[in-house]
RNA sequence: GGGCCCGUGGCUCAGCCUGGUUAGAGCGUGCGCCUGAUAAGCGCAAGGUCCGGGGUUCAAAUCCCCGCGGGCCCA
């Protein structure tokens, strides 16, 4: 049965149900010799899939699918990432917590189990999801990240850098989410627009009166822990002295910088009187602007120090806070500044922050500035909108905080890890060679510790006592029955003996879940848990991963970072970067703009197989603008193949065809055209497969099965399909239609699979042995012995032909259903020769015409005017006896003009380009068009004898169409009358019966069957026909 | 400030790596055709400074440089 409309929910219905009873994905998997490993980046189990991660699992699925039959044994674990903060802050919200104390007083137990439940639930809807798309992966044994054996992997992991010494455990300035109280990896921060103060200081120089060093901050809550200033060594400072509502005031800026500040300060003159190079402000003691606010700051003297960092910008003066920011740090720790950190894990001022003590940061900088203000220390003050680091998951604003963090000291491996990209093939090449390259040059060493509850606990036990630490690398050492035991607060109660008679006891951190992905490559394999060394060699690393461009500082990294310490080598062979999907205006698709589109509703209208082959029709790596046009042209263009298949279905079933081999059969020049077309396609999906360009596959098939096989071979082959049963090229067509089909089924497989399949199937096996599903075939190698380039190149021509003819045609307004006398080709070039000489069967069927000639030159008439825009200015009032000079020219005289290219005009020499216009008079009765190789003419005067072919045609189509109306079968016999005078159709009246049907055919006025009238060509004609009762 | 990507008809995109006919599709628009694939299908036409400017070259949408605009990432 071939239903006449493709329905894509029936299609993936029926055969959903064909692999789940036939067990087909279990028999798929078990074939292959060679071994392709392929690793899942896992996707957060928090809600449903979106558009993007539909798209990414549709990738995957489709190169596994294609790897599959290439007769490679893919390894398909999908993966799960299952830990860290967005599953707490969606369970805080269950629960509507609002702080960490919310959770303590919950239970760390209990809120850990139900975090555990939230991801397994999500998982398992997700995992539905990833089903209903038609993703082939081992959905019954995912990674998870949960899970003991994976902890395992992680903890093997930190055990390898500390025995090479690179998990460190350092007081360092961190991201931190002040709402969810934990430290934050760069990858972690999400940057967005934020308002905030932009404020000028002037800090007080000691021992001279009325004399500041002026500094710029956005962050004034930092200014409490204010402990140096930077300058620049390089850079020119300058003394200006400034007067404002009749005082003056001496202030130290950047020479360049200093009026432009003074001007926001609203001083009314300034100069400058003294200048200095950074290096000279060394050592400049100046006081803490907020000496009485922030008692504790008398214990310090605050002195000038020069910084590269500090660059050409604001007043040229940093303030330095080691507590509070990255490159203040790192200056304290070079010249020795106390890293003052008076902000607790809330964000709140503590104790030592003074006056400030109890407040929240934020809201501390109105106050601050206010008291700035009031000791006449705040210079100017404006509104600054910039980008500023946000929490990824809850869009807190973060801080930077110096706290004692535990760090894997990834800076240390930044060469190795950069010789590695260069070994992994990255589609596109710039993904890894430059994009990833230069993430990875910029890392510094990655903070792995989280002060939270739902991860994977730190593997490192601390003595009370002694202080000596004990890196545990396997589950195996403590004591665990189920996985919850594995996280907190359970793991945390147990101790361990250290050797010096004190209590080893587990730091309370979790990891980073970006470290708990980046095990994932052995983490799948379960090494070292369960999989021996000896066997993980051989399998590892991952010849393939694919995930979004968001990856790059993620997945990419956190993988390789890991891998780099645990084995010294990358852990994927190739990976391909793939981009985001947008709306159609190219913005990101958010709830509050109100513009997401859900993967189920685009399936509900165009069927999985028709998502699946819009999502892979452009280039991977670019970002995807969801738009509806396209994809609902998918699956018209989906719904072609599905037709003329189903017209190849139809005769080819009622002729009960079965597979003769090619060898056998006697092939028409359209059948080797499109068998050549055929392979050519099969040539360039093969190479393009390998390098992972999909989108150039899905091209490349609809143009072959749109534009090749139903537009035109299809159109070619027609009649014969209705010669009787035995004819031999009939049986050629059915025996290439089969190979068509079959190819293109398999070729697309692994992108349209229950399309694919659903054609195997229905036509493919219907009419020859195969195999119990079509992923149990073999991805076609293409037969170049059948592609024959010279025939390619003459039937596009000839389809060039015959559009021009259709173009001239609609000119003459003689329609295809007319046969017209001649058509002329006027072409120089070889290829028409070639292609006249080879297809001229096909151009006077397609063009519906007698006769086809090729010329050199077509004889017509030039006719040429005066371009008066050109030759006006040149010649001025010469230019009227010019024009008769030109009209009196003869034909011959003409032609010379033209050939020599240039026409002179009483003794002046113009060139014929600008100086004419030539138009081209084509004879009496011709229209012609152009093509890209020359010029088609068709001779559009109808003769008698065309008339009357003209006229039948025109009849049997009347007749066939009351044969539909009277919903006749295709091959019932009839009797018919015509209202029309015999000679209109003289010589016709077979031709007439035989494609009609028609037993008997007479004229008359029609008396009795069905009758009705029609117009043609101005003429009422009246028809009757009659079902032939057998 | 740095890195990367993108910029091609009204819209969505191919082509660019590997330079070579008149830059292709599809959608949309207009006009037609076909009618035994038909609740389909097909053709034709209009519509493009290939972001701009320089360079390399016999030849540039394609390679190089400098800008402009947009996006992502980093500082």
């Not at 509806?628 to 189903?646: C, F, P, Q, S, T």
Request: charged share 35%.
């Amino acid at each position: 049965m071939f239903p006449s409309v493709y329905s894509p929910k029936d299609v993936e219905d029926e055969i959903r149900k064909f692999w789940d009873s036939h067990r087909i994905y279990e028999k798929v998997k078990k074939k292959g010799d060679r071994l392709f490993f392929f690793v899942d980046g896992p996707p957060y189990t928090t809600g449903r899939i979106h558009l993007g991660t539909a798209w990414n699992k549709v990738i995957k699925d489709t190169i596994l699918r294609f790897k599959r039959m290439r007769g490679f044994r893919v390894m398909d674990t999908p993966g799960w990432d299952m830990h860290g903060l967005p599953i707490e802050v969606k369970v805080e919200q269950e629960l509507g917590f609002k702080t960490k104390r919310d959770i303590e007083s919950f239970g760390i137990d209990k809120f850990v189990a139900k975090c555990m439940e939230y991801a397994l639930r999500n998982k398992d809807m997700m995992t539905e999801q990833f089903k209903a798309l038609g993703v082939w992966m081992d959905w019954d044994n995912p990674y998870m990240t949960i899970k003991a054996e994976y902890i395992d992997s992680a903890w093997w992991c930190v055990k390898k850098a500390h025995e090479q010494g690179l998990l460190e455990r350092k007081l360092r300035v961190v991201n931190w989410c002040p709402r969810c109280e934990t430290a934050l990896a760069d990858a972690e921060v999400e940057y967005k627009d934020k308002e905030d103060p932009s404020i000028y200081v002037k800090f007080p120089i000691k021992g001279s009166e009325n004399t500041f060093i002026v500094i710029w901050t956005t962050t004034p809550w930092t200014l409490p822990a204010n402990m140096a200033v930077a300058v620049h060594p390089s850079l020119e400072y300058a003394k200006f002295r400034a007067e404002k509502d009749g005082k003056t005031e001496f202030l130290i800026m950047a020479k360049d910088l200093g009026s432009e500040v003074l001007r926001k300060g609203g001083y009314e003159s300034w100069e400058v009187v003294e200048t200095y190079s950074g290096k000279d402000l060394v050592g400049l003691e100046y006081e803490h602007p907020l000496i009485e606010e922030v008692p504790i700051q008398k214990n310090w003297t605050h002195r000038v120090y020069t910084a590269d960092f500090v660059t050409a910008e604001n007043t040229g003066c940093v303030h330095v806070a080691p507590g509070h920011g990255l490159e203040d740090f790192e200056l304290g720790e070079k010249v020795g500044l106390e890293v003052f950190n008076p902000v607790d894990d809330r964000g709140i001022y503590t104790e030592k922050a003074g006056k400030y003590a109890g407040l929240q940061v934020f809201e501390a900088n109105r106050i601050i500035i206010e008291d700035l203000r009031r000791k006449g220390l705040l210079l100017a003050e404006e509104k600054i909108v910039h980008r500023y680091g946000h929490c990824w998951r809850c869009k807190t604003p973060i801080i930077y905080r110096a706290t004692e963090q535990w760090f894997l000291a990834v800076s240390k491996l930044k060469d190795r890890m950069l010789e590695e990209i260069d070994k992994v093939m990255w589609v596109p090449e710039w993904a890894g060679m430059a994009r990833f390259k230069d993430w990875v040059s910029n890392a510094k060493d990655w903070c792995i510790s989280r002060q939270r509850f739902w991860g994977i606990p730190i593997p490192v036990w601390i003595c009370e006592k002694c202080g000596k630490w004990k890196v545990v690398g396997s589950v195996k050492e403590v004591p665990w029955k189920e996985d919850l035991d594995l996280h907190r607060p359970k793991i945390d109660e147990v101790t361990f003996d250290c050797e010096c008679g004190g209590k080893m006891r587990r730091v309370k951190d979790v990891f980073d879940v970006w470290f708990d992905s980046g095990v994932a490559s052995w983490g799948t394999l379960k090494f070292p848990f369960e999989m021996s060394r000896v066997e993980f060699e051989r399998i590892w690393p991952a010849d393939f991963i694919t995930e979004g461009h968001d990856q790059t500082r993620g997945w990419f990294y956190s993988q390789l970072g890991a891998s780099v310490i645990a084995f010294g080598r990358a852990p994927y062979k190739t990976v391909l970067m793939h981009g985001f999907t947008l709306d159609e205006k190219g913005r990101k698709m958010s709830k509050s703009l109100g513009n997401v589109v859900e993967p189920e509703e685009v399936v509900s209208r165009i069927g999985v197989d028709g998502f699946r082959l819009y999502v892979l029709s452009s280039a991977l790596w670019e970002d995807l603008r969801f738009n509806w046009e396209d994809a609902k042209n998918v699956l018209r263009m989906l719904n072609i193949y599905w037709n003329a298949v189903r017209f190849a279905y139809t005769y080819m079933s009622l002729d009960r065809y079965k597979e003769i081999p090619l060898k056998d059969v006697q092939l028409s020049v359209e059948d080797r055209w499109i068998l050549s077309r055929l392979e050519s396609f099969n040539k360039l999906a093969l190479e393009a497969m390998e390098k992972y360009h999909l989108h150039k596959v899905v091209r490349a098939f609809f143009d072959f099965v749109v534009e090749d096989f139903s537009r035109w071979y299809i159109q070619l082959v027609r009649p014969k399909v209705w010669e009787e049963k035995d004819s031999p090229a009939k049986i050629a067509t059915y025996t290439t239609i089969l190979r068509v089909v079959e190819k293109t089924a398999k070729i697309i497989a692994p992108f349209a699979p229950f399309l694919a399949e659903w054609i195997y199937q229905h036509f493919v096996k219907e009419f020859k042995e195969g195999e119990e599903s079509i992923f149990l075939e073999s991805y076609p190698e293409p037969e170049e012995s059948l592609i024959d380039e010279e025939l390619e190149r003459a039937m596009s021509v000839t389809r060039e032909i015959f559009e021009a003819a259709s173009s001239a045609r609609q000119k003459a307004k003689r329609k295809l259903r007319w046969p017209l006398r001649k058509l002329v080709i006027e072409s120089k070039d070889e290829d028409v020769r070639r292609a006249v000489e080879m297809l001229e069967g096909i151009i006077k069927a397609q063009c519906n015409v007698k006769e086809v000639e090729v010329v050199e030159e077509f004889e017509k008439e030039v006719k040429v005017k005066p371009n008066y825009k050109a030759v006006g200015p040149k010649l001025k009032d010469k230019v009227k006896k010019f024009a008769e000079f030109v009209e009196s020219l003869s034909k011959e005289e003409v032609k010379e003009i033209l050939k020599r290219g240039k026409v002179e005009f009483e003794e002046v020499e113009l060139n014929v380009d600008e100086a004419l216009l030539i138009e081209y008079v084509v004879p009496e009765g011709y229209e012609f068009s152009e093509f890209s190789k020359g010029i088609v003419y068709v001779y559009t005067v109808l003769d008698e004898e065309l008339k009357r072919e003209a006229f039948a045609r025109e009849i049997v189509r009347r007749i066939q169409e009351m044969r539909k109306e009277m919903d006749l079968d295709v091959e019932e016999f009839i009797e018919s009358t015509v209202e029309i005078d015999p000679k209109l159709i003289e010589g016709w009246k077979e031709y007439v019966k035989h494609e009609t049907r028609s037993v008997k055919l007479e004229f008359g006025e029609p008396k009795d069957g069905y009758v009705k009238e029609w117009e043609i060509e101005g003429m009422k004609v009246k028809i009757g026909i009659k079902r032939l009762e057998r």
